[in-house]
């Protein structure tokens, strides 16, 4: 352990630790010797883990909670051990393809996040000083919002006002994921106002997450979500052409920089009761394959050319973001005292490489 980091003898307890996010946050903390107890759903979910991380088997307190959705749910986790400091929330589900978007999306979202503050806030006791959540952006953009003109840039203060009704009538399971971290995020603020803790609150809201993978994978299967849409599916032959090929959303955030701001906000005083916003720059169909092709030249013949110099689809201009606020928030809570985001070049080439080292992508024809 090393006395200069600012994790040492700090104790975070880690929810959904399996997942793409959490992992780089679980190696995030590790990395500043924060001591983790990281939950997951069972044993061989940690096992899964510890394949792909060994070093960690002796580093990491693994929990097991089956079912997050259920009261009570993380108690024992409380109970047992050593009190915790921190607590980072990450266990939610991301999948854009469910058929059940109450049962499959939205109860598991907000049951488990009010699950785990009930737990914190009954067994937490005096060392537990923040409570931080993985929220989404799309809890703050407009999913109606007309994109053949961009509107006024979004801000930490705006919520997105599709419902649960709307998502479910419609049957679309991307309103459905929009929904679920929106009523998740106002879950955790209206517990806040409701109960006296003796911890505050901070949601992080990236949008689109990408990068590189090093949660244990086999095979193409193992891709998350976002890099499956925006990265993977460009090479695997599921879009031949670029024309006509969309996104569900027009930003982008590095999943470095998402775990990176998760354990600075565990300390950043500025960070307390606010939400941060965490989007880097555009993400489009074309700005994706332009790099892939650009690096990676035995992957062209694979990859689609569409039009280089059209970087937004016919039709399309997305409103921005005006992150200014949650800028300011995440350089007080950096060492360096200034926050700046990778690049989406290195983004999709770093994301590309884990896929080739990871065998789901051959650089063979």
Not at 310 to 321: A, F, N, R, V, Y
Request: aromatic residues 8%; neutral net charge.
């Amino acid at each position: 352990m090393d006395p200069q980091k600012e994790g040492t003898g700090k104790h975070v307890l880690l929810t959904g630790a399996n997942g793409f996010v959490a992992t780089h946050i679980l190696a995030d903390l590790l990395d500043r010797d924060y001591s983790v107890t990281a939950t997951v759903r069972s044993e061989s979910k940690a096992e899964i883990m510890l394949k792909g991380h060994p070093s960690w088997k002796t580093k990491v307190n693994f929990q097991y909670v089956p079912d997050i959705t259920t009261d009570g749910a993380f108690d024992q986790v409380f109970k047992e051990g050593r009190p915790f400091d921190y607590i980072i929330h990450a266990a939610s589900p991301v999948n854009l393809e469910v058929e059940d978007i109450q049962g499959s999306l939205i109860n598991p979202a907000v049951r488990g996040t009010n699950s785990i503050l009930k737990s914190a806030n009954k067994y937490g006791g005096p060392t537990l000083r923040r409570f931080v959540l993985l929220a989404s952006a799309v809890g703050i953009l407009n999913s109606f919002e007309d994109l053949s003109k961009p509107g006024k840039p979004y801000t930490e203060k705006d919520w997105n006002p599709v419902t649960a009704a709307q998502a479910i009538e419609k049957k679309d399971p991307v309103l459905g994921y929009n929904v679920s971290k929106k009523l998740a995020e106002k879950a955790a603020w209206d517990f806040m106002h409701n109960n006296e803790t003796g911890f505050d609150l901070t949601a992080i809201c990236p949008d689109i997450i990408i990068g590189p993978m090093i949660h244990t994978m086999f095979g193409p299967k193992s891709v998350n979500v976002t890099n499956r849409f925006a990265i993977y599916n460009f090479i695997d032959g599921t879009h031949k052409k670029i024309d006509g090929v969309t996104f569900p959303f027009w930003h982008y955030v590095d999943v470095r920089d998402v775990a990176r701001a998760h354990v600075d906000s565990l300390t950043n005083q500025a960070a307390s009761g606010q939400r941060i916003i965490l989007v880097s720059d555009l993400l489009t169909p074309q700005l994706v394959v332009n790099v892939i092709r650009k690096n990676f030249p035995e992957l062209r013949s694979r990859v689609p050319e569409g039009n280089p110099s059209q970087i937004l689809p016919t039709g399309i201009q997305p409103t921005g973001w005006d992150t200014r606020v949650s800028l300011n928030i995440l350089s007080k809570g950096s060492k360096s005292k200034s926050w700046k985001y990778i690049d989406l070049e290195t983004c999709v080439v770093d994301a590309v490489k884990s896929m080739i080292d990871a065998d789901v992508i051959s650089r063979k024809s």
